[in-house]
Nanobody
């Protein structure tokens, strides 16, 4: 069965950094693009970043461009989100997800078919 397990969340001061990891199992990892989404309290889940199956293409939400970096290790079946210059407004639960194809880097949730349970990121001011 397909599983995604996020880790690396926590409490950090504004301006600090965190690296999230998402370990995947149950399907051929490199055959699928991966995405990161966040959900802040009381708000809809929103797109953060996506990376193609090969890792050669990435796409970011404007709000994180230049601060966050998505990457993947297809030997370890893991996707990462390096988050720098964190702001209090980045506070949210962060989710990773499998896209429905290798080059499908979408901002829309319906193009992702498996999701992790999420990891909490809290940025203190």
């Amino acid at each position: 069965q397909v599983q995604l397990v996020e880790s690396g969340g926590g409490l950090v001061q504004a301006g600090g950094s965190l690296r999230l990891s998402c370990a995947a199992s149950g399907r051929t990892f490199s055959n699928y693009a991966m995405g990161w989404f966040l959900q802040a309290p009381g708000k809809e889940r929103e797109f953060v970043a996506a990376i193609s199956g090969s890792g050669g293409h990435t796409y970011y939400a404007d709000s994180v461009k230049g601060r966050f970096t998505i990457s993947r290790d297809n030997f370890k079946n893991t996707v990462y989100l390096q988050m720098n210059s964190l702001k209090p407004e980045d506070t949210a639960v962060y989710y990773c997800a499998f896209s429905r194809g290798p080059e499908l880097l979408s901002v829309r949730e319906e193009f992702y078919d498996y999701w992790g349970q999420g990891t909490q990121v809290t940025v203190a001011s």
